[in-house]
């Protein structure tokens, strides 16, 4: 996979590169149409520091001048596990994001939970282009505690609309759904915390 990306981000102009990439750094990319404009845009997860979260880097093809020009970069925002690529022995982590194309444009980030303690908690963000920014316009998560029993929650909404559902294991083992229905935002990935969404699933 990462020899895949090293090849296409060779063919990135240098000048288009707002911040200068690692090639070696690049955990996941995904292309396709973000914005609607018919031309293969990219967005790629970088990392940054050992123990630090991620960045995102967001290019659109400039179809006049026919080059990927950088729109953004989200700095810190993509949690995931540094992986000590510059050693021998270096293997993927269970803990790196998953990015796909959706049909509608916008981007799946799957984020893996953390190996911290006996909790976990997976989440999924869907990423769109909206107004000329990238905005958080769904949240998913699923959670559970392997040390106890019948300790496993799950929700997934729209952030835009508000609209959504949850779910949450009994202590009998029967599971409780409930609608998700808070007032819609429009979050800006870079402007995104996971307190605001949770909130919303009445985590």
Not at 44 to 60: I, S
Not at 63 to 78: A, D, F, S, T
Not at 128 to 143: K, L, S, T
Request: one cysteine or more; aromatic letters at 10%; proline letters at 5%.
């Amino acid at each position: 996979m990462k020899s895949l990306l090293l090849a296409f981000v060779l063919f990135l102009p240098t000048a288009t590169l707002a911040e200068p990439i690692e090639t070696r750094k690049i955990i996941t990319a995904v292309t396709g149409d973000f914005n609607g404009d018919g031309a293969v845009d990219l967005a790629m997860v970088v990392e940054t520091e050992p123990g630090h979260p991620m960045d995102v880097h967001f290019f659109l093809r400039d179809k006049e001048h026919n080059y990927l020009k950088p729109v953004e970069i989200v700095h810190e925002q993509i949690q995931g596990e540094w992986n000590g690529y510059e050693r021998a022995g270096y293997e993927n982590s269970d803990t790196e994001p998953e990015l796909t194309m959706l049909p509608n444009g916008s981007i799946k980030f799957y984020l893996p939970a953390m190996e911290i303690g006996s909790e976990r908690t997976d989440m999924t963000l869907t990423i769109a282009w909206r107004n000329d920014a990238f905005i958080v316009a769904g949240f998913a998560y699923d959670h559970y505690d392997y040390l106890k029993e019948n300790a496993e929650s799950a929700c997934e909404y729209n952030v835009l609309t508000g609209k959504g559902t949850s779910s949450e294991k009994q202590p009998d083992g029967s599971t409780k759904h409930r609608t998700v229905s808070v007032e819609g935002q429009t979050i800006a990935f870079k402007d995104w915390n996971p307190g605001t969404t949770f909130s919303a699933c009445g985590a």
